[in-house]
């Protein structure tokens, strides 16, 4: 299954704010989960949040006061917001989407093995 492509990335100040997106278009309508995950070099992968077709959503305790995850109106594009950034978050941001359920916990999303071409995002102080 092909992964889908984030987009947005780029470099800010600390503080700054960036809104990465992908296309999901094949993801409109039954059970889907869609997600992002970090992997910056050095570290560990980072599942940093996830969305179902409900809308029902789940944001990593290490973002979530910063970075929120939706879907557009259509369901044609998912969304990671994030504010606030520090030189911490900078990372390959990368999204992901499959059929059924969300895995019960965001942090599960770094044993994923499939994700589409990823967006840099570079934060600095």
């Known amino acids: 299954q092909v992964q889908p492509v984030a987009s947005g990335g780029g470099s800010v100040q600390a503080g700054g704010s960036l809104r990465l997106n992908c296309t999901t278009s094949?993801?409109?309508?039954?059970?889907?989960?869609l997600g992002w995950l970090r992997h910056a070099p050095g570290n560990a992968r980072e599942g940093v949040a996830m969305?179902?077709?409900?809308?029902?959503?789940q944001v990593a305790e290490s973002v979530k006061d910063r970075f929120t995850t939706s879907q557009a109106n259509d369901k044609n594009t998912l969304y990671l917001q994030m504010n606030n950034l520090q030189p911490e978050d900078s990372a390959m941001y990368y999204c992901w989407a499959d059929w059924g359920h969300c895995p019960s916990d965001v942090a599960l999303l770094q044993y994923l093995t499939a994700w589409g071409q990823g967006t840099q995002v570079s934060v600095s102080s």
């Open positions: 094949q993801y409109t309508d039954g059970y889907y989960c």
């Open positions: 969305i179902d077709q409900s809308g029902s959503t």
